[in-house]
């Protein structure tokens, strides 16, 4: 799922091609993207794009009228821009917005159809969206703590969830764990300042760094290869590969869709975190700490 830095970037390009821009048509290419029918998504079209923002991990469009397009990607939504020839791509197209400058085709990947495009009027609609998460690079350090041991989570749940915390997913909380030197098992609730501190200066700083990176990667195109997986990552997504601060191989847990990265020797003292699907597997077999693999 694109998180904080793509949607950061993605944001900036949409607004340096549409703000100010009349919204001629939407095409709607899937029944099932549309997850609204009041306001009718007809009545977007004809209007100027008034603001481009991000809301948690959706892209909002402030259109004239009080009306807001809001994308959600999802896992596997995409967004591309088109110029007035180019052909969108066939099956996995979801909606095109035309404008006179270019289109922005709408894309999902896969099956699933989990992405979303709704169209609502003032801000009070609007804030349905708003998880209330805390935006880390606007807190303060005692706001960040508060809202970290607001409820008493594994971190790596607390820093995943739209509640607590904005924009931040699988991927980027692997590596401010990673940064932080911390377990993603460790309790919110058992962490000191000292520990608090790292973590809040690690979030800031991989969520900063990465979009810099991101957004230096752009340029003045538009966002390409919007990934989860992508090559400097620390651990993320590169489960059996040198840790990069230790050497030692990363390890992961896996659990529902989704993999927890993380480097044993630097997170957890050597320790290997449980994977109930592994260590159900191999019973006394599965090896407890790095010396015993």
């Not at 996995?92 to 699933?112: P, S, V, Y």
């Not at 460790?186 to 990176?213: H, N, P, S, Y």
């Amino acid at each position: 799922m694109p998180e904080l830095p793509d949607v950061v970037v993605y944001c900036e390009a949409l607004a340096g091609r549409v703000r100010g821009e009349v919204l001629q048509r939407v095409e709607l290419r899937s029944p099932f993207v549309l997850r609204t029918a009041v306001p009718p998504i007809a009545s977007a079209e004809g209007k100027r794009v008034r603001d481009v923002r991000r809301l948690g991990k959706r892209i909002v469009l402030g259109l004239d009228n009080d009306l807001f397009l809001v994308i959600h990607l999802m896992v596997a939504g995409r967004l591309r821009w088109l110029d007035a020839r180019a052909k969108p791509p066939g099956r996995i197209t979801l909606a095109i917005l035309e404008f006179a400058c270019g289109r922005i085709a709408f894309t999902e990947a896969g099956t699933k159809r989990r992405a979303s495009l709704h169209l609502v009027r003032g801000q009070e609609a609007l804030a349905q969206f708003d998880r209330g998460g805390l935006e880390v690079a606007e807190s303060t350090l005692p706001d960040f703590g508060a809202r970290l041991q607001q409820e008493n989570h594994t971190l790596k749940r607390a820093l995943t969830d739209p509640r607590l915390f904005s924009g931040i997913g699988n991927a980027y909380s692997d590596e401010i764990l990673h940064r932080a030197r911390l377990s993603p098992l460790m309790l919110t609730r058992k962490l000191g300042e000292t520990a608090i501190a790292r973590l809040f200066d690690a979030a800031r700083g991989v969520l900063g760094e990465w979009t810099a990176r991101l957004r230096a990667e752009a340029g003045s195109g538009f966002p390409e290869k919007v990934t989860a997986f992508r090559p400097g990552m620390a651990v993320h997504g590169r489960y059996g590969e040198p840790c990069p601060v230790c050497a030692s191989p990363v390890q992961r847990i896996v659990y529902a869709e989704n993999e927890c990265n993380y480097c044993a020797r630097c997170q957890t003292g050597g320790v290997i975190l449980a994977d109930r699907a592994l260590s159900r597997l191999l019973h006394d077999s599965f090896p407890r700490s790095l010396d015993e693999g």
